[in-house]
């Protein structure tokens, strides 16, 4: 089993840059994939970005394609979510998942971290 632990949100403003973390504990998540999905309010969580287990691909959506980057650290066992020129449409609640799917895993889900970007 995998615990996953969000942070780094927050509430910035229009243009302004983030950088969202993923602890993974209880066992190593390693060997899977792992992915950032988001949801605001009234709509459905929707995937932002994810990479494979070894690093080698990763994949976006083409909302944030160029703005934000995943990657992810074996040492300290966590993966990251860098956001740049964020904007308001980008407020949403954001979700670190992984798993042996690539690009949506969804076998472990962590509670979430708030991103408020205001204009």
């Known amino acids: 089993q995998v615990q996953l632990e969000e942070s780094g949100g927050g509430a910035v403003q229009a243009g302004d840059s983030l950088r969202l973390s993923c602890a993974a504990s209880g066992r190593t998540f390693s060997p899977y994939a792992m992915a950032w999905f988001r949801e605001a309010p009234g709509n459905e969580r929707e995937f932002v970005a994810a990479?494979?287990?070894?690093?080698?691909?990763?994949s976006y959506a083409d909302s944030v394609k160029g703005r934000f980057t995943i990657s992810r650290d074996y040492a300290k066992n966590s993966g990251y979510l860098q956001m740049t020129s964020l904007k308001p449409e980008d407020t949403a609640v954001y979700y670190c998942a992984a798993g042996m799917g690539f690009p949506r895993p969804r076998d472990y889900w962590g509670r979430g971290t708030q991103v408020t970007v205001s204009s």
């Open positions: 990479i494979t287990w070894s690093g080698a691909v990763t």
